[in-house]
């Protein structure tokens, strides 16, 4: 969980309120690629890597690397569908690219006509970054993904963290392949990890399900 968000400087603060100051049906999402906005993303940027410990705000991987070439600063609630949220501390975080690529602008929200910041864990649909513990939603060893709860199965989901069982044994097919679930028995099971095996089983059962 992210213990503190980005405090603007008075810099940054000006071109927010400025921001701000305009109707929200005005409000431009595009503007967030607007080259005097590029200091205020670098910092940003660097807070919420810093704070989240190089750890990615959706999958928890570690991505051993500070370079921002390797990740992108995260709307939580898509700035494409609330742009009126664009510079919410809150709002913001650090998230590796394949995970911001498959959350897209998907809904996140429960209320979708907020008008003000939500301030609470279940205002959202997603594991939060800055009001849930991951660990609280989502069971997470290794490469395998298992939900706790509504939240941590739709997170799963939205940012595709199947992804990381699916690359690490090779399979071709997609989760609902009936050979899935006997590939990753085995594959476990052979370096004698039951535990892990468990949890890859039970993902998979969940999964087939949907």
């Given at each position: 969980?992210?213990?503190?968000a980005?405090d ?5 603060q ?8 305009i109707?929200d049906?005005?409000k ?9 906005l590029?200091k205020l ?11 989240q ?7 928890n991987?570690h991505q051993n690397?500070k370079?921002?070439?390797i ?5 939580i609630?898509?700035r494409a569908?609330y742009?009126h949220?664009?510079?919410e501390p809150?709002?913001?975080a650090a ?8 959350k897209?602008?998907k809904?996140?929200?429960v ?8 301030t ?7 594991v939060?970054?800055?009001?849930d513990?991951?660990t609280?939603?989502?069971?997470h ?5 298992v ?10 989901y939205?940012c595709d963290?199947?992804r ?5 044994i090779?399979?071709?097919g997609?989760a609902s392949d009936?050979?899935f679930?006997?590939?990753?028995d085995a594959?476990f099971n ?8 468990d949890?890859?089983?039970e993902?998979?059962e969940?999964q087939?399900?949907?």
């Amino acid at each position: 969980m992210i213990s503190k968000a980005v405090d603007y400087c008075k810099a940054d603060q000006l071109l927010v309120s400025a921001y701000k100051a305009i109707q929200d049906k005005l409000k431009d999402p595009n503007y967030w690629s607007h080259a005097e906005l590029e200091k205020l993303k670098k910092r940003a940027k660097e807070h919420y890597i810093e704070e989240q410990k190089t750890h990615c705000c959706y999958c928890n991987m570690h991505q051993n690397s500070k370079n921002h070439r390797i990740w992108d600063l995260e709307h939580i609630a898509p700035r494409a569908k609330y742009a009126h949220f664009m510079f919410e501390p809150k709002n913001l975080a650090a998230a590796c690219p394949d995970c911001n690529s498959h959350k897209g602008d998907k809904e996140v929200l429960v209320n979708t006509r907020r008008r003000t910041y939500p301030t609470k864990s279940e205002d959202f649909k997603i594991v939060h970054p800055h009001y849930d513990k991951y660990t609280d939603h989502i069971k997470h060893r290794r490469f395998v993904y298992v939900p706790v709860t509504k939240k941590g199965k739709y997170t799963i989901y939205l940012c595709d963290l199947l992804r990381f069982t699916v690359d690490f044994i090779g399979a071709s097919g997609s989760a609902s392949d009936n050979s899935f679930e006997d590939e990753i028995d085995a594959t476990f099971n052979a370096e004698n990890d039951q535990d892990l095996a468990d949890l890859a089983l039970e993902l998979i059962e969940l999964q087939l399900k949907k």
